[in-house]
């Protein structure tokens, strides 16, 4: 298993959800999916805000295919319309504090 923490800087948040929702897509074709997702702080719906969101995906080896799928780059310019700056934090290794 392989997760991903996730943190956009959204420029435009209508822009996002128009290029999450066919990101996504792209994602389930790697056997991935978006474990959760939420917005930091409040914000209109134009406004800048911070979305976070937490991925998984079977492997590294998925997720980096997944990150090379051509389909991302022709969602380039919207992506550049939605995110100002994206941070991701990788981990392989899981902790359970039960």
Wanted: hydrophobic share 40%; proline share 3%.
């Amino acid at each position: 298993m392989f997760q991903v923490l996730v943190i956009l800087d959204v420029r435009n948040v209508e822009a996002l959800r128009r290029f999450e929702t066919a990101a996504m897509q792209v994602v389930a074709d790697y056997s991935g999916r978006l474990v959760t997702a939420f917005e930091s702080g409040s914000r209109s719906e134009s406004s800048d805000s911070c979305e976070i969101h937490l991925l998984q995906f079977p492997a590294e080896e998925d997720f980096n295919a997944y990150r090379g799928d051509p389909r991302l780059d022709a969602l380039s310019e919207l992506r550049e319309e939605a995110i100002r700056s994206t941070k991701l934090y990788p981990s392989r290794q899981f902790r359970n504090y039960q």
